[in-house]
């Protein structure tokens, strides 16, 4: 009998111990399920606040083509308009933003600032989109006539940078004329009530302005064969980047992409451009071909952000940018080469 109890003992034993080793495992998978299902919600954010001027670059149409939706299914993408680059980083810097595209200028100028962004994307380099555009009864033509004369631009943008350039290449002090800060809507405004005889602009506003009787004295592609070069690049906030780097790398194949379809079917490409800029078909075709668009692969080579290991020019062109603001009283100091590259997020790219 104490045979048989003991087994009977060892049994029931035997038969608990099954049971909570079962239930461990299933407890176990659920936990790992819970893990990964959370983990999957931490890298799929649910909102990606995006900043944007109507530049027409490779994010535009982007943008135009819903490609951005079609790759993040699910996540709520918010397209944000502003005038203004300068504003752009005041919304990052707020928090209000996740990714935005800025201009060098005011990208130099939050980087000198110390504004939680890192560079991720560079766009463009700007040619002739941008450019000095004059009435043709104002007398100006040459950069020269502009002694005495209200020109307006957008302060710390690219075509106030690119002024500036023009000013000090040709020995013009800035005292030498009326400089007029303002956003693109009001200087179309201004100019259509007379009070301004030029602008530096970008576009749609420099289609507008030639539209109503303007001509070009000067363009920023004509500044660049000169050294004086802007861009527009793309910013994301670091807390952001941080922790959702698989999603960067998506959205920067989007982007690729984008570029890939301007460059190999441009027409089809503006059509889509066109709604978003407000211009027609064949001026938004005349706009793509006034800037230079990059690819992915574009963007380590050795003129533009290099590598990790090997970082490229354009964290010079970056210093260079904040030196030249510094000069300019827009900003209190210009941090070392080494502040703007480290800014520059290079590992994106890294294979």
Not at 175 to 182: A, E, Y
Request: proline share 3%; charged share 25%; with cysteine.
């Amino acid at each position: 009998m104490k045979t048989k109890k003991y087994f009977k003992i060892v049994f029931m034993l035997l038969i608990a111990v099954i049971l909570t080793f079962a239930a461990g495992c299933q407890g176990g998978g659920d936990q790992s399920s819970n893990k990964t299902s959370s983990s999957a919600g931490q890298n799929k954010p649910k909102e990606i606040r995006i900043g944007y001027m109507t530049s027409p670059n490779g994010e535009l149409l982007a943008k135009a083509t819903g490609a951005v939706e079609k790759k993040f299914p699910g996540t709520k993408i918010s397209w944000i308009k502003f005038d203004a680059g300068r504003d752009i980083i005041t919304a990052m810097a707020s928090g209000s933003l996740e990714l935005a595209t800025i201009g060098t200028p005011p990208a130099a100028t939050g980087i000198a600032n110390k504004l939680p962004y890192y560079i991720y994307y560079l766009d463009d380099i700007i040619g002739d989109s941008e450019a000095l555009v004059v009435k043709k009864d104002s007398g100006i033509n040459s950069i020269d006539d502009i002694k005495g004369k209200k020109i307006a631009t957008t302060f710390s943008s690219t075509s106030h940078f690119s002024l500036l350039g023009a000013l000090k290449l040709n020995n013009i002090k800035e005292s030498q004329l009326t400089l007029l800060d303002m956003q693109m809507p009001d200087i179309l405004a201004a100019w259509q009530r007379g009070d301004i005889q030029g602008a530096y602009v970008w576009e749609t506003t420099k289609s507008k302005l030639l539209a109503d009787g303007g001509k070009v004295i000067v363009s920023s592609g004509d500044l660049a064969k000169k050294g004086i070069i802007t861009g527009e690049l793309g910013i994301v906030s670091k807390s952001f980047a941080d922790k959702y780097p698989d999603v960067m790398k998506q959205y920067i194949s989007v982007l690729n992409d984008s570029v890939h379809e301007y460059k190999e079917q441009p027409e089809k490409s503006a059509a889509a451009l066109s709604k978003e800029l407000g211009l027609s078909e064949q001026d938004t075709l005349k706009s793509m071909k006034e800037i230079i668009v990059l690819d992915s692969k574009d963007q380590t080579d050795p003129k533009y952000f290099g590598t990790s290991s090997k970082p490229g020019n354009f964290g010079k062109l970056l210093k260079s940018t904040g030196d030249y603001l510094l000069t300019q009283k827009a900003i209190k100091s210009s941090p070392e080469l080494s502040v703007y590259q480290k800014a520059i997020l290079t590992k994106l790219y890294d294979k």
